[in-house]
């Protein structure tokens, strides 16, 4: 089967050449977005917000994300994300797999790193002592990063809340906090408590979330800025 088209002016997605991809692997990757397209049918995002919502549903598959797990944007956050792309700030995430996620080469080509501090031995150790879990003492310790830069948020509601206690206290004003954390203890409390920061955010309702669809959306901001001329 042919999955290839020469017309993707209407996924923001790039091209075969831009994306480093044969036309067999770009062709299967538009046909799923035109699977999803005709599924998900009318809704209610913008044209920017759909080209996020949907690779979101292409990473993991789930049309829950734009029903009732819907992602949420504040007003300024895709303008606030391709900022933080031309300054050429930091991407920080609470876990390895988030960072695992992002695809590279955009970030190459943007000339942007990323962060992830989850896994430093001497987080670990102050851990057992503090009482504290891993991941929201690799937000505090990534504070500098973070600040003026984008942290994601895929799968630690702890990290969440710390990130969001470091806001309010001003000690940090990321340009975006993308804030999907899967779980079953505070996912979606961390969530709603992220919907009242006074900086960019993007975020879901309910419990689900995860690594894939973290780096998906990150993913999705890349290429966006990178089809509109940014570097």
């Given at each position: 089967?042919?999955?290839?088209?020469?017309?993707?002016?209407?996924?923001?997605?790039?091209?075969?050449?831009?994306?480093?991809?044969?036309?067999?692997?770009?062709?299967?990757?538009?046909?799923?977005?035109?699977?999803?397209?005709?599924?998900?049918?009318k809704?209610?995002?913008?044209?920017?917000?759909?080209?996020?919502?949907?690779?979101?549903?292409h990473a993991?598959?789930?049309?829950?994300?734009?029903?009732?797990?819907?992602?949420?944007?504040?007003?300024?956050?895709?303008?606030?994300?391709?900022l933080?792309?031309?300054?050429?700030?930091?991407?920080?995430?609470?876990v390895?797999?988030?960072?695992?996620?992002?695809?590279?080469?955009?970030?190459?080509d943007?000339?942007?790193?990323?962060?992830?501090?989850?896994?430093?031995?001497?987080?670990?150790?102050?851990?057992?002592?503090?009482?504290?879990?891993?991941?929201?003492?690799?937000?505090?310790?990534?504070?500098?990063?973070?600040?003026?830069g984008i942290?994601?948020?895929?799968?630690?509601?702890?990290?969440?809340?710390?990130?969001i206690?470091?806001?309010?206290?001003?000690?940090?004003?990321?340009?975006?906090?993308?804030?999907?954390?899967?779980?079953f203890?505070?996912?979606?409390?961390?969530?709603?408590?992220?919907?009242?920061?006074?900086?960019?955010?993007?975020?879901?309702?309910?419990?689900?979330?995860?690594?894939?669809?973290?780096?998906?959306?990150?993913?999705?901001?890349?290429?966006?800025?990178?089809?509109?001329?940014?570097?």
């Open positions: 089967m042919d999955y290839f088209s020469n017309n993707t002016e209407d996924y923001n997605i790039g091209n075969p050449t831009t994306r480093d991809m044969s036309k067999r692997a770009f062709g299967i990757e538009k046909q799923s977005f035109d699977i999803i397209e005709s599924e998900i049918g809704h209610d995002y913008t044209e920017d917000q759909w080209t996020i919502v949907r690779r979101v549903i993991t598959a789930d049309f829950d994300f734009a029903r009732s797990d819907r992602i949420i944007f504040s007003k300024d956050a895709i303008d606030s994300a391709c933080a792309f031309s300054k050429n700030s930091r991407i920080v995430t609470d390895e797999m988030v960072l695992h996620g992002i695809n590279k080469k955009s970030m190459s943007i000339g942007i790193e990323g962060v992830c501090m989850i896994n430093d031995p001497k987080l670990k150790e102050i851990s057992k002592i503090s009482n504290k879990t891993r991941s929201e003492l690799a937000m505090r310790e990534c504070a500098r990063q973070i600040d003026k942290v994601i948020i895929g799968n630690a509601p702890t990290a969440l809340y710390e990130v206690s470091m806001i309010e206290a001003k000690e940090i004003s990321p340009l975006l906090v993308i804030g999907i954390p899967v779980g203890v505070s996912a979606v409390e961390s969530k709603r408590d992220l919907l009242n920061i006074n900086v960019p955010f993007i975020t879901n309702t309910g419990r689900k979330g995860g690594s894939s669809a973290a780096s998906s959306i990150i993913n999705s901001l890349m290429l966006m800025y990178l089809s509109r001329g940014g570097k």
